[in-house]
């Protein structure tokens, strides 16, 4: 079992910056691939970024790659997700999700066994 537990969501303005993280606690923590997603009012989920268990590879989706970046620190058990040049349409609750190497299309949520509750970020334009 992970738990998760995601922080930094709020209120930005449109270009402005946020960074979230991801507590991890439970079983080991660079076990798992990591991955944030991103639910916004009347859509579904969809996927945001992916690293590895080591940090060194990691995929976006198109719309948030060369403005947000997902970093991990295995020491503190965290994961993060830097987001920079928000826009309105980055405004969605956020996930952190843990992933067992091998566990199928890590763009997809069904390749992710635990999740966390969520952060809400909210851009204004």
């Known amino acids: 079992q992970v738990q998760l537990v995601e922080s930094g969501g709020g209120l930005v303005q449109a270009g402005g910056s946020l960074r979230l993280s991801c507590a991890a606690s439970g079983r080991t923590f660079d076990d798992y691939g990591m991955g944030w997603f991103r639910q916004a009012p009347g859509k579904e989920r969809e996927f945001v970024a992916y690293i590895n268990t080591v940090g060194t590879i990691t995929d976006y989706a198109d719309s948030v790659k060369d403005r947000f970046t997902i970093s991990r620190d295995n020491a503190k058990n965290t994961l993060y997700l830097g987001a920079n040049s928000l826009k309105a349409e980055d405004t969605a609750v956020y996930y952190c999700?843990?992933?067992?190497?091998?566990?199928?299309?890590?763009?997809?949520?069904?390749?992710?066994?635990?999740w966390g509750q969520g952060t809400q970020v909210t851009v204004s334009s």
């Open positions: 999700a843990a992933r067992r190497p091998g566990s199928g299309d890590l763009w997809t949520e069904n390749a992710y066994s635990y």
